[in-house]
C-alpha cells in the first residue's frame, strides 16, 4: 500500500492537491502572525516564567496515555473528566514550576554523574536480571511520548527539586505526647466470644419439587450459564522474536562490555547518618559528640535544640547523597569515622560513616551471555518498528491474518476463549505477559474485522481478528441440575443459619451474654486471646477486629464467612500502653506524617511567593482538542 501511495504522488494532480495542503497548514500554523495578533500561546505565568500551551498539552496527553493504558481501550473521558484532568495538570505543572524557581534562586544543581546513576538503577528500566535495559528504557520514552532529550530534562528538574523539598521533610519531627496518645489508640486490645456457625450444621432441607428448581435456575440464571466464546486469529511480534534473529560478533560484544562497563559494575556503598544545623559552631560540638561515640538519638536531639535536624542516609552510593558537595568528603572517610562540618546552601552538615560496602566489577567473560542478550534486544527495538510496518501494510491491504503470519514469519495463534482466557475445556490459552491487554482486544474487536496492529506496554505488537463469538446462554436445567440442587440446597442452608445467628445477637441486646446464649441454644463458644485493630492472622476472621473496636463491652456483631457466619461480642477492653519501643517507631511514622503535610504546606508557600497567574479558560485550550 505504501508503494502505491508513493507511486500516486508522481501525478501532477497529487502534486497540486499537497501543494495546497501545504499552503493552507502553513497559514493555519502562523495565524497570529498572518493576522498580526502575536496571541500569548501559554497558560500560566510562574514566578514570571511562562508555562506554555505545548507543554501542558504534553503533559495532558501523556496523563490520558496512561489512563487509557491503565483501564484498556474502554477508557473514553467525558468532557467533565477531561477538563478535571487539565485542571490537575496545570496545578501540577505550576507547583512543579514554583519549586524548579525555588531549587535554581538557591544554586541547587544535578550532576551528569547523579543523573546517571539515577537512570541506571531505576527499577522501572531494569530487566529481568535487574540491570539497566536500553529496551525498557526506550519502551518507557515511546509509551510517554517523551525524547530521550526531553525524558533528561524533566528528570534533572525533578533530581533538583527532590532535593529542595527534602530539606523541608528533614525537619519533620512528632511530639512524643503525640506518639504516645496514637501508640495507645493502636495497642488498645480486646477480648472476644466468638461462636461459628457453619452452614453444613443447619438441617438438611426437605427436598426440592420440580418447579422449586426451576425458578432457583431461572432467578439465577450467571450462576449456570455458559460465558460468552470468540474465536480469533492473533498475530504476534516482540522484541524477544526479533533478537532471536541476531547474531552479534565477539568484537561487537567486547565494544559494547566496554560502552557499558559501569552497568556492570556494583558502586562502593556506605552507611551514612548526617546532621544539618545553622551555625558552624553548633556542627563542631555534633562532630565531636559522634567522635566521643555519641549514638543518634542523642545527635538527633542534640541537632535539634541547635535548630537542625538528624538523618539516617542508610546504605547509598555516591550519587544517593542529597548534595554534590557531600560525595567527597563521605566517601573520603573510613567507617566508623564522623566527617568535619561542610557547609551547603542548606547549613553545616556532619556525616557519620557506619560501615563500607565495597564496589564490584565483573568481567567480560562473566557477562558475555546476558550482554548478547541485552545487545540482541535493544537492536530489535529499532529493527520491530520495520518489521511492524510490513505487518501493518499488508492489513491495510486486507490480507488475511493467516498469510500475513505466513509471509511475514511471525507468531500466529488461532483459538477460541472466553473473558478469563480459557478455551471451552477450561485450559488457560497462553498468550504471554501481556495476556490482559490482548484478552481485552479480542473483546472489544469488531466480528468479521482485522484490527490495527497495536502495541502493548511491554512493547509487543499485536493485531486481532475475531471470527466468530458465540453468546452466554443459559444452559437447561437438565444439563446443570446437580449443580442447581447443590446451590439451592446451599441458599437454604445459609437462609437457616443467618435466622439462628440473628436470634443469638437478639438474645444479647436484652443483657445475656453471648457465651450463655450460645451454649443454651446447642453452640459452643469460645474466647479469643486479646488482639489490636491491626490484627493479622489468627483465628478469626480479621474482619471482626474493626466492627468489635466500634462496640461497648457485651456488644455483639456478625459476619458472614465462606463457610458460614460468625457471631461476635466484647467480653473484655485492655487500654493500650504508651510505653516501650514501640514509641520510637511509632515517632518515626508520624514524622514521616508530618514530613508530607510540611512539603504541601512549602509548595503551596513557594506558589504564592511566585505570582501564580493561570490565564482563565486554560483547561478548555488544553482539553479542548481531545477525543
Known amino acids: 500500500m505504501l508503494t502505491a501511495i508513493r507511486n500516486s504522488l508522481n501525478h501532477w494532480i497529487a502534486k497540486g492537491l499537497f501543494l495546497l495542503l501545504i499552503v493552507a497548514f502553513a497559514v493555519w500554523g502562523i495565524e497570529d502572525f498572518v493576522r498580526g495578533g502575536g496571541a500569548d500561546r501559554s497558560v500560566a505565568t510562574v514566578a514570571g516564567e511562562k508555562v506554555s ?254 535548630g537542625g535536624s538528624a538523618i539516617e542516609l542508610g546504605l547509598i552510593d555516591r550519587s544517593g547523597l542529597p548534595l554534590p558537595e557531600l560525595a567527597d568528603p563521605a566517601f573520603a572517610a573510613s567507617a566508623g569515622a564522623v566527617t568535619d562540618p561542610v557547609q551547603s546552601p542548606f547549613g553545616w552538615h556532619v556525616l557519620h560513616v557506619a560501615a563500607i560496602e565495597p564496589g564490584r566489577e565483573q568481567g567480560f567473560e562473566a557477562v558475555k551471555d546476558e550482554l548478547a542478550r541485552i545487545v540482541a534486544l535493544e537492536r530489535a527495538a529499532d529493527l520491530i518498528y520495520a518489521r511492524a510496518n510490513r505487518i501493518e501494510d499488508s492489513i491495510a491491504e486486507g490480507i488475511p491474518l493467516t498469510e500475513v503470519a505466513r509471509r511475514h514469519e511471525f507468531r500466529l495463534i488461532q483459538a477460541t476463549m472466553d473473558a478469563e482466557g480459557r478455551d471451552p475445556d477450561g485450559n488457560r490459552i497462553e498468550l504471554g505477559p501481556e495476556a490482559g491487554e490482548i484478552i481485552s482486544a479480542v473483546f472489544e474487536s469488531r466480528i468479521g474485522e482485522t484490527t490495527r496492529l497495536s502495541e502493548t506496554r511491554g512493547g509487543v505488537f499485536y493485531a486481532v481478528h475475531v471470527g466468530s463469538v458465540t453468546p452466554p446462554a443459559l444452559r437447561p436445567l437438565a444439563e446443570v441440575e ?55 492472622g489468627g483465628t478469626f476472621p480479621p474482619q471482626l477486629a474493626a466492627a468489635l473496636f466500634a462496640l461497648k463491652r457485651g456488644e455483639a456483631t456478625m459476619i458472614e464467612t465462606g463457610s458460614g457466619f460468625v457471631v461476635a461480642a466484647v467480653a473484655e477492653i485492655i487500654p493500650g500502653a504508651a510505653e516501650g519501643p514501640a514509641i520510637a517507631a511509632r515517632q518515626q511514622e508520624l514524622a514521616e506524617a508530618l514530613a508530607g503535610d510540611l512539603e504541601a504546606q512549602f509548595v503551596q508557600a513557594l506558589r504564592d511567593r511566585a505570582d501564580v497567574r493561570i490565564v482563565p479558560g486554560a483547561t478548555r485550550l488544553i482539553a479542548g482538542d481531545s477525543p
Request: aromatic share 6%; net charge neutral.
Open 53 to 306: 500551551l505545548a507543554e501542558a498539552t504534553d503533559a495532558y496527553q501523556r496523563e490520558i496515555s496512561q489512563l487509557r493504558r491503565s483501564f484498556g481501550g474502554q477508557f473514553e473521558p467525558t468532557e467533565e473528566v477531561r477538563r478535571a484532568i487539565a485542571e490537575a495538570t496545570v496545578a501540577r505543572l505550576v507547583a512543579l514550576r514554583a519549586i524548579s524557581a525555588e531549587a535554581a534562586q538557591r544554586g541547587v544543581v544535578v550532576t551528569d554523574d547523579a543523573l546517571r546513576a539515577t537512570i541506571l538503577s531505576a527499577p522501572g528500566f531494569q530487566g529481568p536480571d535487574g540491570r539497566f535495559s536500553r529496551l525498557q528504557f526506550d519502551s518507557f520514552l515511546r509509551n510517554n511520548g517523551l525524547t530521550e532529550g526531553r525524558f533528561l530534562d524533566l528528570l534533572r528538574s525533578d533530581l533538583a527539586r527532590q532535593q529542595l523539598v527534602g530539606s523541608v521533610r528533614a525537619g519533620a519531627a512528632a511530639p512524643q505526647t503525640l506518639a504516645r496518645a496514637v501508640q495507645a489508640f493502636h495497642a488498645e486490645q480486646r477480648v472476644a466470644d466468638l461462636v461459628e456457625l457453619p452452614l453444613m450444621a443447619a438441617p438438611a432441607p426437605p427436598e426440592p419439587t420440580e418447579a422449586q428448581l426451576a425458578r432457583f435456575h431461572e432467578n439465577n440464571a450467571d450462576l449456570f450459564s455458559a460465558p460468552e466464546f470468540r474465536q480469533f486469529d492473533l498475530v504476534l511480534l516482540s522484541p524477544e522474536d526479533v533478537a532471536r534473529e541476531i547474531r552479534l560478533s565477539d568484537r561487537e560484544l567486547r565494544e559494547a562490555f566496554e560502552e557499558r562497563r559501569a552497568e556492570f559494575a556494583t558502586p562502593e556503598r556506605r552507611r551514612i547518618a548526617q546532621a544539618v544545623v545553622p551555625d558552624r559552631e553548633a556542627a563542631r560540638a555534633i562532630a565531636e559528640a559522634w567522635r566521643a561515640g555519641a549514638d543518634f538519638a542523642a545527635i538527633a536531639a542534640q541537632a535539634q535544640a541547635a
Open 482 to 536: 446437580r449443580e442447581v440442587r447443590a446451590a439451592w440446597e446451599r441458599a437454604e442452608r445459609r437462609r437457616a443459619i443467618e435466622e439462628q445467628a440473628a436470634a443469638l445477637i437478639a438474645e444479647t441486646r436484652v443483657g445475656r451474654p453471648l457465651d450463655e446464649v450460645a451454649r443454651a441454644a446447642g453452640w459452643s463458644p469460645r474466647r479469643t486471646e486479646p488482639f489490636t485493630r491491626d490484627v493479622r
